[in-house]
């Protein structure tokens, strides 16, 4: 022991590495940069929380006690946002499947996959609500402009995902059933869906889950489902009723999760 | 008509490696053929390219490959027919190329894919019949007891075994198998290498096997196939394959290729033959004779 303190004090670290340590603190230094150029722009006033501190707690006193007088439609509203949740998901997972496939690199060439890709991309990039209030207009109000809405939105999210597990397959089983003669179609559905069945299931559940938190908002622009009774109680300034609503939505959805969660162990 | 037809195939990869170098092979209906050959010799590329699962270099004048007296590949294309042709080649892999997560009987059933009608494939409808010819092929290689059980519960030779009936089912006329005893144990290769000569022998189907020791060509296969750098070397019967004339072949990497039994070292004949079982001797005069086959 005694051995081993002698020859510390003899030790030196050796030089850390220039290039490494500089690359660090330039990372460092653009983040910082990138917070103080938000600042403005995000309207960052963080002593208006204690200024008006008396007002929010005004505000947040509002919501207590919570105020279920309007429980039976609560839970029909939000039975029929699961609802809403349900379909569009089942309509983006069959859509997804052709289009996952047709995404892959290891599937299609690439004057497929990149278009296929890109239109995906599209899907993904526009908010549920946007296609919802266009669906809106389209179909008129209720659940069914939600369920479109979920659907489109959903498909782009969950092609995206499948095609990631078809790229991850192993190329060896196909090759196998290619060599009895099959066509590429009896390829995919015999060499590559059982591989990525497990991971397609987890994912779709997972989307269900997102599928059930975004349709409590779609009834906001008309779209059916809780969010409809959510909007109409916070612009009634009745905040007893909002935080009854609040809670249906985060109760349902917790249980909807763990329920979900748990299938999707079972799959994987 | 022949079994296998190459000529002239040659194949590069990158600029200038040659994993095949002018390749041309005939095999006749009803032969066991070895190839033999260190790793990177070409071995597996050449039974892949007569699988028609990759194309060769496009060069001057003829160069393909034919099965059954059609054309599978042709001046380095996959041609049209290839899809029809591979349904009487079944190909055996190293690597069994199962699907792990279906069952042994959906596995082989694939098999049936090439001949029924596309529709039926889909969506999996196979007929009793198909269903029955399934088990027949599991019990010919003696796994019928794990029909229901998920592939990947198997053992290597028994994934490979189901890879055989998979072949079986395919009811191909030509059987060609990548290195399928490279990833097992003894036990389980000698019982891999028994059913695919039983499927010779008794169902009369061609069968090329590669290998990379030479001691189950000895034991199997009555004729082989030896390769160096993408080159054939070597064509003629299994028996004159003595551990000499491989290393006259093969130089030092001769070794490689023999397992412990044989092994030998040329100066000493007389103490490797007391090692050596009977049947696999070999006089040296035949030696001679092979070597201007």
């Known amino acids: 022991m005694a051995d081993l303190a002698t020859k510390a004090q003899t030790m030196d670290l050796p030089k850390a590495d220039l290039k490494r340590s500089s690359l660090t603190l330039g990372i460092w230094a653009i983040l910082a940069i990138a917070l103080m150029w938000s600042w403005e722009g995000a309207d960052m006033r963080p002593l208006a929380l204690y200024k008006d501190a008396a007002n929010m707690a005004a505000f947040v006193d509002g919501f207590f006690p919570p105020n279920f007088y309007e429980w039976p439609t609560l839970l029909q509203e939000m039975i029929i946002t699961v609802q809403i949740a349900i379909w569009g998901t089942i309509l983006s997972v069959i859509c997804a499947v052709p289009f996952g496939i047709l995404s892959s690199e290891n599937m299609v060439p690439w004057w497929v996959w990149q278009p296929v890709r890109r239109l995906m991309d599209s899907f993904r990039a526009i908010n549920e609500i946007v296609f919802a209030m266009l669906f809106v207009v389209a179909v008129g109000l209720g659940p069914f402009a939600g369920v479109l809405a979920l659907w489109i939105h959903t498909t782009g999210v969950l092609a995206k995902l499948f095609s990631e597990a078809v790229e991850a397959i192993d190329p060896q089983p196909v090759e196998g059933i290619k060599a009895t003669g099959a066509d590429k179609i009896q390829q995919v559905i015999y060499g590559v869906i059982p591989q990525v069945m497990p991971l397609w299931i987890s994912y779709s559940l997972y989307r269900f889950e997102s599928n059930v938190r975004s349709a409590t908002v779609l009834g906001i622009v008309g779209a059916g489902g809780i969010g409809m009774i959510l909007w109409e109680q916070i612009r009634g300034f009745d905040y007893a009723g909002t935080a009854a609503t609040l809670i249906v939505i985060v109760a349902s959805v917790t249980l909807i999760d763990v329920i979900s969660q748990r299938l999707r162990k079972m799959v994987t | ?293």
């Not at chain 2, 095999?27 to 699988?51: C, D, F, W, Y």
């Not at chain 2, 029955?132 to 290597?156: C, E, F, P």
């Not at chain 2, 009811?171 to 003894?186: F, H, R, V």
């Not at chain 2, 499927?199 to 290998?211: F, P, Q, R």
């Open chain 2, 1 to 293: 008509m022949a079994a296998i037809v190459v000529k002239s195939l040659t194949k590069t990869f990158g600029k200038s490696k040659k994993a095949l170098d002018n390749v041309s092979l005939t095999i006749e209906p009803g032969e066991m053929v070895a190839l033999i050959g260190a790793s990177g010799s070409g071995k597996s590329t050449l039974i892949r390219h007569i699988a028609g699962l990759v194309e060769g270099d496009r060069l001057k004048g003829y160069c393909g490959v034919n099965v059954l007296g059609r054309s599978i590949q042709d001046n380095g294309r996959i041609s049209a027919g290839a899809h029809d042709v591979r349904r009487h080649i079944g190909v055996i892999f190293q690597q069994f190329n199962l699907v792990e997560r279906m069952s042994v009987l959906s596995n082989v059933l694939v098999g049936v894919l090439g001949r029924i009608p596309s529709w039926r494939g889909y969506l999996g409808l196979f007929s009793k019949d198909e269903k029955r010819l399934a088990l027949a092929a599991l019990d010919r290689v003696g796994i019928l007891a794990t029909v229901r059980q998920r592939a990947s519960t198997l053992s290597g030779g028994q994934q490979q075994r189901a890879a055989i009936a998979r072949a079986l089912v395919q009811q191909s006329k030509i059987i060609l198998a990548d290195e399928p005893i490279a990833s097992l144990d003894p036990a389980s290769s000698k019982r891999v290498m028994e059913t695919l000569r039983s499927v010779n022998e008794e169902d009369g189907i061609t069968v090329v096997v590669s290998l990379h020791q030479v001691d189950y060509a000895y034991r199997y296969c009555p004729r082989t196939v030896a390769l160096r750098d993408g080159q054939v070397i070597y064509d003629g019967p299994s028996d004159a394959l003595t551990p000499g004339f491989l290393h006259e072949l093969y130089g030092a990497a001769s070794d490689e290729l023999i397992l412990g039994e044989r092994k030998e070292t040329p100066p000493k004949p007389s103490k490797a033959a007391a090692y050596a079982k009977p049947s696999r001797l070999v006089p040296q005069g035949k030696l001679k004779m092979a070597v201007s086959v």
